[in-house]
């Protein structure tokens, strides 16, 4: 069993950064791929970031290609997301979450509580 404990939210205004992380325990934190999701108010879940268990290989959605970097530290058991450029459409919140096999947007097995992010225009 895998805990996933996010943090690093707030409040950010337009164009600024920010950079969230997630402390995993209670498992082999270095033979899980890691992802990030957001859910925004009255919206459905929706991925955003994962990177393979050695941190060889990332994905990214669209919206946020180019903006955010996902990365691992596998001594620390911690996956962060750096996020640039920000706009008030990425105010939402935001989960870890953890998977055997590959990188993937799907099934995802473990899950943390979330960190708020809040964007100002």
């Known amino acids: 069993q895998v805990q996933l404990v996010e943090s690093g939210g707030g409040l950010v205004q337009g164009g600024g950064s920010l950079r969230l992380s997630c402390a995993a325990s209670g498992g082999t934190f270095g033979s899980y791929t890691m992802g990030w999701f957001r859910q925004a108010p009255g919206k459905e879940r929706e991925f955003v970031a994962a990177i393979a268990w050695s941190g060889g290989s990332t994905y990214y959605a669209d919206s946020v290609k180019g903006r955010f970097t996902i990365s691992r530290d596998n001594a620390k058991n911690t996956v962060y997301l750096q996020m640039n450029s920000l706009k008030p459409e990425d105010t939402a919140v935001y989960y870890c979450?953890?998977?055997?096999?590959?990188?993937?947007?799907?099934?995802?097995?473990?899950w943390g509580q979330g960190t708020q992010v809040t964007v100002s225009s």
């Open positions: 979450a953890a998977r055997g096999g590959k990188v993937s947007r799907y099934e995802y097995d473990y």
